[in-house]
């Protein structure tokens, strides 16, 4: 433990947490949106439990990269033919692909419940069990966990200032879910908006995992998409919605009281 509390390691700490909060942000809104899936009485202890969790797995996980390094990098088998896909896998590469498919899919099936909501209005949704929304946040949360944890192991390699960092953003994050979740419910549009950033989630997700497995479609590759160019969508999407929402609450307005027209 000597030496571990420097201004440097200190530093490397703060920057490390930073790095959990922002790197945290889809991961805690696929909290918020899962746990609804649940009954009421049990969504906030599910977000809690479900943080809990998988803040446990992600310092297991840290360890076992840490240790065995090269049994998710290490070549497990490999794609080519010519002109259509090439491509080499690797453990790391093949979850993070499954994790973007899995998000993806999770996405447009609750976009699509949204859009049948008229139809299935008379009809009340049978809750999810605790225990499976649990393992989802939980597994979901281990394939988030990779871009945080590899960034991390590129600032220090101290396991101790790596862990302190996880334990705090699961704390951040269990603070922040309920909150979170409250808004969505109140502001049922920016759940609209959630549910596409998961979207675009998946998305990243799938591009990195390619570009991890060299991925070539008809000898085009496969690159990353920019984390910059991933939350100026964000940010675009959010403003839209807020003018767009401003917008029709003006006109709804209008038509209420013709006068103000002139």
Do not use: C
């Not at 530093?11 to 991961?27: E, I």
């Not at 899962?34 to 446990?56: D, M, P, T, Y």
């Not at 049994?71 to 090439?86: A, C, P, R, Y």
């Not at 899995?102 to 809750?127: C, G, S």
């Amino acid at each position: 433990m000597e030496g571990l509390f420097t201004l440097e390691n200190l530093f490397t700490l703060g920057m490390l947490v930073m790095l959990q909060a922002v790197l945290g942000f889809d991961n805690l809104l696929y909290i918020s949106l899962e746990s609804q899936r649940v009954e009421k009485s049990k969504q906030s202890k599910v977000r809690k439990w479900g943080i809990g969790l998988a803040v446990l797995l992600r310092i297991v996980l840290l360890f076992a990269l840490l240790k065995v390094l090269s049994l998710f990098t290490n070549e497990l088998f490999s794609l080519d033919i010519k002109g259509v896909i090439q491509g080499t896998f690797n453990l790391k590469s093949i979850v993070v692909l499954i994790g973007g498919v899995f998000l993806i899919y999770t996405a447009l099936k609750e976009i699509t419940h949204m859009m049948m909501l008229e139809e299935d209005a008379n009809k009340e949704r049978k809750p999810a069990s605790v225990a499976m929304v649990l393992f989802s946040i939980v597994i979901m949360n281990a394939i988030f966990s990779f871009d945080s944890i590899l960034s991390a192991m590129a600032l220090t390699k101290n396991f101790v200032i790596m862990a302190t960092a996880i334990v705090i953003g699961g704390i951040m994050m269990i603070v922040l879910a309920d909150k979170v979740t409250e808004f969505l419910k109140k502001n049922r549009m920016y759940e609209v908006v959630g549910l596409f950033i998961l979207f675009l989630v998946g998305a990243m997700l799938l591009s990195e995992g390619a570009h991890d497995a060299h991925l070539k479609l008809f000898d085009t590759e496969i690159t990353p998409m920019s984390k910059a160019t991933f939350y100026l969508i964000i940010f675009v999407m959010v403003i839209v919605e807020i003018v767009q929402s401003r917008y029709q609450k003006r006109l709804l307005s209008l038509k209420v009281d013709p006068s103000k027209h002139s």
